[in-house]
């Protein structure tokens, strides 16, 4: 019973936040992605979910390098599909820039095999 | 430099061959739907990208021709990511609603593109410039095509007006998945708009600008006016911003479309509440506690609220 209470402390704290980070149209209105949506009684487990997400997300932009405030706004500006799939694998999604080194050097290297082996 | 790009068109050349990718798309005009031969966006502005942003120049390119102006290094802060030295995709969108467009991703067809090219939509593209297994992700807009000549224009690169052979392009845009998306002003419909898509696309607009959501929810609603979603969605931007005028007639406008809509009874019924309303308010909330559904707990608590008091 003990252990039990103990574990469920921080899924309190973690409800809670995810009261305070609800957008809040102050009284009970249904909010637009709700009717959209047709989740139903696992809404509640859904939230902490999608706050467990946005968290690893701002987490994982930071560690590639994005300061903390930009961070917390881009991932407020992210849908809750987006945050999903970055939750799942930002470091797999292909990011659209220039060629970096690493690719230069391997570039360069297959090619010169490519001409030695000729 | 030159033995360097020599190098690379060695290698490229040789291992493409061996490299398996999406089949090629079907760039015809549709002989039952036809549009013009070709199209262009002159006035689309051209961002010379910066070491490795082509992200945020794409972005400013986008934007700038949906009469959105920003500027590149701005947008950087939005989409760039230092350690990847590049930008994803969900960001790209995401920052395209920050500045207040709708962005809306197309079907990954050649179909899509060359429609939205022809109603002057500029289309983001996500394009692997290399191989599967050894991949340069790039972004770049589409402004124009040329069916005669097999051509697409774009903005790429450090490039302000790039021709490329559309099989060229095809198999470097078929690597991404055929990615694509138009970042459009809240007045304008993509001309290949999907009523679930659109309104979806609005919806994750209404959280990050939602006086920009709130005129894409009225261009959705004249092409479909009784979507419930945009509707709802009218009625929460207006009681966001203080205008439960304008929310009360959406929410009516809501329960008239749809009387087996819950959540439409269940607004409808605080904003009676609110504006004073009991005797209305007690009805819509038994309404929508009638109607019941998953949010039935909440259509109980609106009810108690207004019968509470």
């Not at chain 2, 990208?49 to 701005?74: H, K, N, V, W």
């Not at chain 2, 995401?94 to 899509?112: C, N, T």
């Not at chain 2, 770049?140 to 005669?148: C, F, P, Q």
Request: with cysteine; proline share 7%; aromatic share 6%.
């Amino acid at each position: 019973m003990k252990k039990n209470s103990a574990r469920l402390a921080p899924i309190a704290l973690l409800a809670l936040a995810v009261g305070f980070h609800t957008p809040a149209l102050h009284a009970e209105l249904v909010t637009t992605p709700d009717v959209a949506s047709h989740e139903s009684a696992d809404a509640d487990r859904a939230k902490v979910q999608r706050f467990l997400e946005q968290a690893t997300v701002k987490e994982r932009l930071q560690a590639m390098g994005v300061d903390g405030i930009a961070a917390a706004d881009r991932v407020a500006a992210l849908d809750q599909q987006e945050i999903h799939a970055l939750a799942q694998r930002i470091d797999s999604m292909p990011a659209g820039g220039n060629i970096t080194t690493m690719e230069w050097i391997l570039i360069v290297l297959i090619a010169i095999l490519v001409v030695v082996a000729l | 430099m030159k033995l360097r790009a020599a190098c690379l068109s060695v290698a490229a050349a040789l291992l493409l061959a061996a490299c398996a990718s999406l089949p090629s798309g079907d760039w015809g005009n549709p002989p039952g739907d036809p549009f013009p031969a070709w199209a262009e966006r002159t006035d689309a502005p051209f961002h010379p990208q910066e070491e490795y942003q082509c992200g945020p120049a794409a972005l400013a390119t986008a934007l700038g021709s949906a009469g959105i102006r920003r500027a590149p290094e701005d947008l950087v802060n939005e989409v760039y990511i230092p350690a990847r030295q590049g930008s994803l995709q969900p960001e790209m969108l995401a920052a395209a609603r920050r500045s207040g467009a709708v962005a809306y991703p197309l079907a990954p067809e050649p179909l899509a593109l060359l429609k939205e090219l022809a109603a002057g939509h500029p289309v983001v593209v996500l394009q692997n410039l290399l191989l599967d297994w050894m991949p340069q992700w790039h972004y770049a807009v589409v402004v124009g095509y040329d069916l005669r000549s097999r051509e697409l224009v774009l903005r790429s690169g450090r490039e302000q007006r790039l021709v490329m052979d559309i099989d060229a392009f095809d198999r470097s845009w078929a690597k991404s998945g055929r990615w694509a998306f138009v970042a459009l002003p809240p007045d304008r419909l993509p001309a290949t708009a999907a009523e679930a898509e659109y309104v979806s696309a609005v919806m994750a607009l209404e959280r990050v600008a939602p006086a920009a959501a709130e005129g894409a929810y009225r261009t959705a609603l004249g092409t479909w006016p009784h979507n419930l979603v945009a509707r709802m969605g009218l009625g929460n931007v207006a009681y966001g911003r203080g205008d439960s005028e304008a929310a009360e007639a959406a929410f009516r406008r809501a329960v008239a479309d749809h009387p087996e809509s819950g959540d439409a009874w269940n607004n409808l019924a605080q904003i009676l509440h609110e504006r004073g309303q009991a005797q209305a308010a007690r009805q819509a909330a038994e309404r929508a506690v009638a109607t019941g559904g998953p949010r039935l707990p909440t259509y109980r608590r609106t009810l108690e609220s207004i019968a509470g008091r």
